[in-house]
């Protein structure tokens, strides 16, 4: 009897732009592969509908099936090849400066279309071949935490087309260290560096239709609206940025709201200490929400702030992210 490993080294996940709905991206060429990590899941999401009719008694009398689709959610550390495949789906707008190495790639939300995707998924290993296509990311969290571990892509995804067929690819994997939460940073909080910072959190939920109408499987996935959202916890310094918040700098509660703006950047040092890699993470129209503050504790707690703030639109997008690697060619099918 045979026995699989959810570690088995054959396992391997890829990623693809198409060139429209309905076609999918089949050239091994065309896929990045991704180095997942824990939380990494793709699965049917089949609506079974049971019926129970006068005549059937006490037991339910007819089953059909309703809707065909996936589901999932890719997890990875962000290196400077895959989080660009997935800010181009997720995002949306892409551009590139026209470099080769290093060469700049900015991510933005000023637009109104999004990418088809198609996932590519051996697991286990190579046994079971899942291909999903017609696939759109709802969302994005991109966070970094302390202890010099490497920032964390989590991309939930649907998808109308999937299908547990097709033949293996052999996976390649670009030879890249992660962006790590301490080599090459740089936090400004309000435009001004902020050291005291120990973790940061950008989220984006994208809000969907989903259109069905003469068939199981979807027609189509509709992206119709976007939150922002960005968290930030830093070790308490002075009461300025609390009352900022509560106060709007005053004494006591008004009407106004405190505004703000968080910038991250992480370095991968290349030859001979050259930053070819980098990794900027921009809200630049911040709208403070809270600044809570670490509980009373009789046995002694450094007191931190968690920040909470809705990043709104601006003249580049409410978040946008300026890539630079050696990919030498605009991101795209």
């Known amino acids: 009897?045979?026995?699989?490993?959810?570690?088995?080294?054959?396992?391997?996940?890829?990623?693809?732009?198409?060139?429209?709905?309905?076609t999918p991206a089949t050239a091994q060429a065309k896929f990045r592969f991704a180095k997942y990590i824990s939380g990494m899941q793709a699965a049917p999401d089949i609506t079974v509908v049971d019926m129970r009719e006068g005549g059937d008694g006490l037991d339910w009398g007819f089953t059909y099936k309703q809707r065909n689709m996936v589901r999932g959610t890719l997890v990875v550390n962000a290196r400077s090849e895959i989080a660009g495949q997935v800010l181009a789906a997720a995002l949306g707008g892409a551009t590139w400066d026209g470099g080769s190495a290093p060469a700049e790639h900015r991510f933005h939300g000023n637009h109104a279309s999004f990418p088809w995707m198609t996932m590519h998924m051996g697991h286990p290993g190579t046994d079971l071949i899942t291909f999903m296509?017609?696939?759109?990311?709802?969302?994005?969290?991109?966070?970094?935490?302390?202890?010099?571990?490497?920032?964390?892509?989590?991309?939930?995804?649907?998808?109308?087309?999937?299908?547990?067929?097709?033949?293996?690819?052999?996976?390649?994997?670009?030879?890249?260290?992660?962006?790590?939460?301490?080599?090459?940073?740089?936090?400004?909080?309000?435009?001004?560096?902020?050291?005291?910072?120990?973790s940061w959190r950008y989220d984006m939920a994208l809000g969907i239709e989903e259109l069905q109408a003469q068939s199981v499987n979807l027609d189509t996935v509709v992206i119709q609206n976007r939150d922002a959202n960005v968290q930030a916890v830093r070790?308490?310094?002075?009461?300025?940025?609390?009352?900022?918040?509560?106060?709007?700098?005053?004494?006591?509660?008004?009407?106004?709201?405190a505004t703000g703006a968080l910038k991250t950047t992480n370095q991968v040092p290349g030859a001979a200490g050259a930053a070819i890699r980098l990794m900027e993470l921009n809200a630049p129209l911040l709208t403070y929400r809270g600044n809570q503050l670490t509980e009373l504790d009789p046995d002694g707690r450094t007191v931190r702030e968690t920040i909470t703030a809705k990043a709104l639109r601006g003249a580049s997008g409410a978040i946008f992210v300026t890539l630079r690697n050696a990919h030498a060619s605009a991101y795209g099918p």
């Open 133 to 198: 296509s017609d696939l759109r990311f709802t969302g994005l969290t991109i966070e970094g935490g302390p202890g010099g571990v490497p920032i964390r892509v989590t991309a939930p995804f649907i998808g109308v087309t999937f299908g547990a067929s097709g033949p293996a690819v052999a996976p390649t994997y670009i030879a890249e260290e992660p962006f790590l939460y301490h080599v090459g940073p740089s936090y400004l909080l309000d435009g001004a560096a902020d050291p005291s910072i120990e």
């Open 235 to 257: 070790r308490y310094q002075s009461s300025t940025l609390w009352k900022k918040i509560a106060y709007c700098g005053g004494v006591a509660p008004s009407s106004g709201i």
């Open 1 to 22: 009897m045979a026995e699989f490993s959810s570690a088995d080294p054959n396992a391997y996940v890829g990623l693809a732009m198409q060139t429209a709905q309905g």
